[in-house]
């Protein structure tokens, strides 16, 4: 299976500043996705990385405040932007080749702001 | 909107007992996994069941997925500390883009 790197692996920001959460991957894939989650509780898809093209958002979720890059197959990056400690949360970015295949997750990006 | 509840949310129990996990949705999924997630790391896939009425086992864990595919069960024997985790059941939506939604989860403490 896919391995993921996500970098930073945590961090503490201060409100209103901005933060670039980077995804690699060591193949080609199909599919990324972003993900937020809170500690202890379930995933929320916050939107699908397109290569190439605009990131597919969820309901709920904005390009302005979360704007996302895919230059290629084995690389996205995610940017919470104007930070509130309701931000506050774990990130994670994942990986998936098709219909029915399973998703391979990065550690996530803990992240904290005051 | 699709949603899938699990039950229970938390379960505490001593190693050797036994315990199901049930996750239920109104909305048919075109499969189901199962995922189990530690502290400070993703989830990682246990099982993807894809046909009604599917049963699957992996050592200690039975998966089920419900003949109608809108629900799931994951049963496991004799627990072990090393299960103890975040359990995640996650149907598969959106045709070939694979996304999926994430059941609610349940937090598993296996006490020795």
């Known amino acids: 299976s896919a391995v993921i790197s996500q970098k930073p692996s945590r961090d503490i920001c201060q409100r209103g500043t901005s933060l670039t959460i980077q995804c690699q991957v060591d193949?080609?894939?199909?599919?990324m996705f972003w993900y937020r989650q809170q500690p202890g509780q379930s995933l929320t898809l916050i939107a699908t990385?397109?290569?190439?093209?605009?990131?597919?958002?969820e309901s709920g979720f904005v390009i302005d405040k979360f704007p996302i890059s895919r230059p290629n197959l084995t690389f996205s990056t995610l940017t919470v932007s104007n930070m509130s400690p309701e931000d506050s949360s774990i990130y994670l970015c994942?990986?998936?080749?098709?219909?029915?295949?399973?998703?391979?997750f990065g550690d996530g990006t803990r992240l904290s702001i005051l | 909107t699709q949603l899938l509840e699990q039950s229970p949310q938390f379960l505490s129990i001593q190693e050797g007992e036994n315990l199901t996990v049930y996750c239920n949705s109104s909305s048919v999924f075109s499969s189901l996994q199962w995922y189990r997630q530690e502290p400070g790391e993703g989830p990682v896939l246990l099982v993807t069941v894809v046909t009604g009425g599917e049963v699957k086992k992996l050592k200690r864990l039975t998966f089920q997925f419900g003949d109608a595919r809108k629900d799931s069960s994951l049963h496991i024997t004799a627990a072990q500390p090393g299960d103890t985790g975040l359990y995640l059941c996650?149907?598969?939506?959106?045709?070939?883009?694979?996304?999926?939604?994430f059941g609610t989860g349940t937090l598993l403490a296996v006490q020795p």
């Open positions: 996650a149907g598969a939506y959106g045709g070939a883009t694979n996304k999926l939604i």
């Open positions: 193949s080609q894939v199909t599919m």
């Open positions: 994942s990986v998936g080749q098709g219909l029915n295949q399973p998703q391979h």
């Open positions: 990385a397109n290569q190439g093209s605009e990131a597919t958002y």
